[in-house]
T-cell receptor, first 114, second 111 residues
Framework: NAGVTQTPKFQVLKTGQSMTLQCAQD?????MSWYRQDPGMGLRLIHY???????DQGEVPNGYNVSRSTTEDFPLRLLSAAPSQTSVYFC?????????????FGSGTRLTVV | SQQGEEDPQALSIQEGENATMNCSYK?????LQWYRQNSGRGLVHLIL?????REKHSGRLRVTLDTSKKSSSLLITASRAADTASYFC???????????FGTGTRLTIIP
């Protein structure tokens, strides 16, 4: 099935633990991004990538790392989880880095840090 | 900071009525997009309007864009129970790959 696949769907972490949220797309999209969604705050951009080997910071990058070794995969790493990182995380992709294309979103990862 | 602000934050209407949501933004844009999010799900792209366009239609959706007022509206005609969802506007700037989202409008269709 074409689309954006995120794993896991749910995760509970203890403060200080690290983990990687996985994101994969099979549409050969150039652009991939990670957002977090918190109540009343909409979606905020964490990191994004315009192609393999190229990443950049978004609005709220602190505490997160990304890499883009292939076109298909864009994992998000939490280095040392904090309760403030409790959120729903969405990965999204689009065909081109500029211009008029809508994003395709994954179904999200709901993360709780205790 | 959010580029887009949706208004109202919440809207409840009877099935069959039309629903209108508004979005205001702060800086010049390349395009503006609307997304729908059903509870507990990811966002789904609905429609995109470019900065040189004033109106666009897709099925029961009508989007307008007024760049002089930095605002857009989404009209859903003949609403259905399945339209119950949150709706987000998102803007993309010139030479800027990033898509910036507003805080959303929660639409409830009453059967």
């Amino acid at each position: 099935n074409a689309g954006v696949t995120q794993t896991p769907k749910f995760q509970v972490l203890k403060t200080g633990q690290s983990m990687t949220l996985q994101c994969a797309q099979d549409m050969n999209h150039e652009y991939m991004s990670w957002y977090r969604q918190d109540p009343g705050m909409g979606l905020r951009l964490i990191h994004y990538s315009v192609g393999a080997g190229i990443t950049d910071q978004g609005e709220v990058p602190n505490g997160y790392n990304v890499s883009r070794s292939t076109t298909e995969d864009f994992p998000l790493r939490l280095l040392s989880a904090a309760p403030s990182q409790t959120s729903v995380y969405f990965c999204a992709s689009s065909p081109h880095i500029t211009g008029g294309d809508g994003y395709t979103f994954g179904s999200g990862t709901r993360l709780t840090v205790v | 900071s959010q580029q887009g602000e949706e208004d109202p934050q919440a809207l409840s209407i009877q099935e069959g009525e039309n629903a209108t949501m508004n979005c205001s933004y702060k800086t010049s844009i390349n395009n503006l997009q609307w997304y729908r999010q059903n509870s507990g799900r990811g966002l789904v792209h609905l429609i995109l309007i470019r900065s040189n366009e004033r109106e666009k239609h897709s099925g029961r959706l009508r989007v307008t864009l007024d760049t002089s007022k930095k605002s857009s509206s989404l009209l859903i005609t003949a609403s259905r129970a399945a339209d119950t969802a949150s709706y987000f506007c998102a803007t993309r700037g010139f030479g800027n790959e990033k898509l910036t989202f507003g805080t959303g409008t929660r639409l409830t269709i009453i059967p």
